[in-house]
């Protein structure tokens, strides 16, 4: 009788391993998807400063091409066309800020593609 119980108790055991196998997997991979967008937002903030400090500095300045920009200093978070005007905005931010709240930095590209505009919103 004790052979069945042990027998018993080992094979629950044993069929329960592939169920905790499956769920430290799950457990895993949320944990490197948490790293990855951690990693994200820092290159985010990261971007944000150096385009900051650039501007400040006058290393952006108006006339400047988008292709040079973005390599020296990164991709915007976001990138959208004006219809009206024709101007393309790129929006820099920190993981801290939202696009309502917060630090942005636009840059605006006339349709030459070079920079026509910059605005630093610090709210």
Do not use: H
């Not at 101007?87 to 993981?95: M, N, Q, R, S, T």
């Amino acid at each position: 009788m004790k052979n069945v119980a042990f027998m018993s108790s080992f094979l629950f055991l044993v069929s329960a391993v592939p169920l905790y196998a499956e769920g430290l997997d799950t457990l895993i991979a949320i944990g490197k998807s948490q790293a990855e967008m951690q990693k994200a937002l820092d290159e985010e903030t990261k971007a944000f400063e150096r385009v900051k400090r650039a501007v400040e500095t006058g290393d952006i300045s108006k006339g400047q091409g988008k292709a040079g920009i973005r390599d020296k200093y990164g991709e915007p978070v976001v990138a959208t066309q004006d219809s009206t005007t024709g101007k393309e905005k790129w929006v820099y931010l920190p993981a801290t800020s939202s696009f309502f709240k917060g630090a942005k930095m636009y840059l605006f590209f006339d349709t030459n593609g070079l920079l026509d505009e910059i605005r630093l919103i610090e709210s």
